[in-house]
């Protein structure tokens, strides 16, 4: 595709229900990221794919977060019983990957989260 | 353990003023530092990475390995640079950590 596609965009859950994002990286993008946005805060790394490699979980920050990434492609991130500290855009990105210098990451839009 | 740090969430200066940015980094290999910018309501996007050596928009930004720095400067602020600036490093895995960002806002 022409860019990173992440729906939904704005997603409104209650406290405690699960929560499905997509992401849809540049075709042919082997390494493929999940970072949080919170409102006032930085940037916080979730996740990243890497090709067939095991992905790095690293940054979840709780058992309530996982992803997956099927066919090397497109990347769902699941969060299990949402907390309202969970209201924040997550933001997917892919580059070419292989650790090369210079590969340039791209990001979506973001989905945004507010648990209410 | 990689770090950055940008040490203003708010930068304030008037159109035509010099700007800088600042960030600082801890890493223990040779970094790769880049500066990403988000204008409202648009996606995080690339502004420019210490290896291209570019200047993009008047923007430039010089790797100082013995400070660990990477600050970002313009020397005539514009209006439509006010946006949300992240400088990020990307270690050996190709992984972006990045700071926590610095609001840049320009008034006229």
């Known amino acids: 595709g022409a860019g990173v596609s992440q729906s939904p965009s704005n997603k409104v859950t209650e406290k405690g229900k699960d929560v499905e994002l997509r992401c849809d990286p540049i075709?042919?993008?082997?390494?493929l990221y999940w970072y949080r946005q919170s409102l006032g805060q930085g940037l916080e790394f979730l996740i990243y794919?890497?090709?067939?490699?095991?992905?790095?979980k690293s940054g979840l920050p709780s058992d309530r977060f996982s992803a997956e990434r099927t066919g090397g492609s497109v990347s769902t991130l699941t969060i299990q019983r949402t907390q309202q500290e969970d209201s924040a855009v997550y933001l997917c990105a892919s580059s070419r990957g292989g650790g090369r210098p210079g590969n340039t990451i791209y990001f979506g839009e973001g989905s945004w989260l507010t648990v209410v | 353990a990689q770090r950055v740090t940008q040490p203003e969430k708010l930068l304030s200066v008037f159109k035509g003023a010099p700007v800088e940015l600042k960030c600082n980094y801890s890493?223990?290999?040779?970094?790769?530092l880049f500066w990403y910018v988000q204008y409202s309501r648009q996606r995080l996007q690339l502004l420019l990475r210490h290896i291209s050596r570019e200047s993009i928009k008047g923007f430039t930004a010089d790797l100082n390995k013995g400070e660990t720095s990477f600050h970002l400067k313009k020397p005539f602020a514009q209006e439509e640079d006010s946006a949300m600036y992240y400088c990020a490093l990307n270690n050996a895995g190709n992984m972006l950590t990045f700071g926590g960002g610095t609001r840049l806002m320009v008034k006229p």
């Open positions: 794919f890497q090709g067939n490699s095991a992905p790095d």
């Open positions: 890493y223990s290999g040779s970094p790769e």
């Open positions: 075709s042919g993008h082997t390494a």
